[in-house]
């Protein structure tokens, strides 16, 4: 008795201590959301029980490997045990019950993650290779950095353009993915005022690591400051904007990401220079960098890969982008001699 007493206490030290530490190296970053008190506070407890169950193994093992062990010059056998049937049965029931009071507890959390606000604000996600775009229906105008109001539940209708990217903000906690052809909603409530990043958590092509983009945290009433600047700046900005211009604007949302305007390659040909001039094609053949090439490889991008470079998922359609945007699009291409 006198060995299950030693044991149970270094068990329970063994446990604080492996839990105080795991606690200090700091295994979570700062909860910046609603939803991340359920899932922290699960966390925790799962840390608990991980500590624990360490120390159950640990300390008992170490314990025996030092009390135990075979002494100088003894020979004889150890005692024959044939087994302990209230053990057996204990250590079978207990962890039943432990894990069906866990998956309980996840499903709770996971309610509490997804607790609906019949106010919350909408904003429309797009992920591409490999970038984001963020709409404010609302408000009528778009923007690569996604602004959010503090603690005002906010619904994200995310969809995909290509591939399945997977929309994480750690600060968050939570994730979720994007699919083609279908719209994934996202809840959240941002709770700390800051400055944070959305990254794409599904590897979704050679470009995938850069896939960021910021995100501000705000008062409302700099949220609003916020959103009448740029209802004014995009308002300004299509009246007097020549088609050059736009097809900048165009350029930096939605194809920065793969072609350069400076001459290096990227994930796809530099458009410096590109019109005009000849363009060799992965198919052996060659073809010159008019209107109409430019028009056919923005609509339908595998149709005419270039050589050297890997076929293309850009859905012009799917983004908006039809004849009068392309026509924006090569007025700007013809700009970078």
């Known amino acids: 008795m006198r060995h299950f007493v030693i044991v149970g206490i270094l068990v329970i030290a063994a446990a604080v201590l492996t839990y105080a530490g ?17 899932i922290d506070w699960l966390w925790n407890l799962q840390v608990i029980a991980i500590s624990f169950l360490f120390s159950l193994i640990v300390v008992p093992l170490v314990y025996s490997l030092v009390v135990f062990r075979r002494k100088k010059g003894d020979n004889t056998d150890a005692e024959h045990i044939e087994g302990n049937t209230t053990l057996e049965i204990a250590w079978t029931i207990v ?14 959390s996971l309610g509490e993650t997804r607790r609906v606000d019949p106010n919350a604000m909408v904003i429309k996600v797009t992920g591409y290779q490999w970038g984001w775009q963020f709409e404010y229906p609302e408000y009528g ?7 959010l109001p503090v603690d005002k539940q906010v619904v994200f209708q995310m969809q995909a353009l290509d591939v399945i990217h997977s929309f994480w903000v750690p600060e968050f906690r939570v994730k979720q993915d994007l699919v083609p052809g279908r719209i994934t909603e996202y809840r959240i409530t941002p709770t700390l005022i800051g400055e944070y990043k959305v990254r794409c958590a599904e590897i979704c092509g050679s470009s995938h690591a850069y896939m960021e983009s910021p995100i501000v945290v705000v ?6 400051q ?86 293309m998922a850009f859905n012009a359609t799917a983004v908006g982008i039809g004849d009068t945007e392309i026509q924006y699009i090569i007025a700007f291409i013809k700009t970078l001699k």
């Open 95 to 108: 962890p039943l019950i432990i894990v069906v009071a866990f998956a309980y507890l996840g499903a709770y």
């Open 219 to 224: 008062e409302q009433a700099a949220f609003e």
């Open 22 to 38: 795991l606690n200090a190296i700091g295994l979570m970053p700062v909860e910046a959301s609603a939803q991340a008190i359920p």
């Open 226 to 311: 916020w959103v009448g600047e740029q209802k004014l700046a995009a308002a300004e900005a299509e009246a007097n904007a020549t088609p050059e211009q736009r097809g900048q604007k165009l350029y930096e949302t939605y194809c920065k990401a793969c072609h350069s305007i400076n001459g290096t390659a990227g994930n796809g040909p530099t458009w410096k220079g590109l019109f005009g001039h000849e363009v060799e094609l992965a198919d052996g053949t060659s073809v010159i960098a008019d209107e109409a090439y430019l028009i056919q490889s923005i609509k339908e991008p595998q149709s005419q890969v270039v050589k050297g470079f890997a076929p």
């Open 141 to 147: 105008f778009s923007s690569p950095t996604l602004y």
